[in-house]
């Protein structure tokens, strides 16, 4: 069984910044790709960033230059580093883990951005 705990969500004005966090339960962490999902109300779940076990990164491009996403092996945490917010930015923002031969996600966390 994977745990996932995620935090850092919640209500920002427009160009503010938040970071979001996920440490994952598991003792192959390091071999594993990690990523963030978000899914706007009435919106199907879409790829936000990811990160491999070497730190290499990807970005959908609507986010590119404004997210950074980046992990810390010992500490088996993944983080999401938000600036320049926008109100499209506003989702539920979910934590994935990717082992060899499984896909988890994480509960969630809440993203608003709004004045």
């Known amino acids: 069984q994977v745990q996932f705990v995620e935090s850092g969500g919640g209500l920002v004005q427009p160009g503010g910044s938040l970071t979001l966090s996920c440490q994952v339960s598991?003792?192959?962490?390091?071999?594993?790709?990690m990523g963030w999902y978000r899914q706007a109300p009435g919106k199907q779940r879409e790829f936000v960033a990811s990160?491999?076990?070497?730190?290499?990164?990807a970005y959908v491009d609507s986010v590119q230059g404004r997210f950074t996403i980046s992990r810390d092996n010992a500490k088996k945490t993944v983080t999401l580093q938000m600036n320049s917010l926008k109100p499209e930015d506003t989702a539920v923002y979910y934590c994935?883990?990717?082992?060899?031969?499984?896909?988890?996600w994480g509960q969630g966390t809440q993203v608003t951005v709004s004045s």
């Open positions: 598991t003792s192959i962490f390091t071999l594993g790709l």
């Open positions: 994935n883990y990717v082992p060899p031969n499984n896909a988890y």
């Open positions: 990160s491999d076990s070497n730190g290499d990164t």
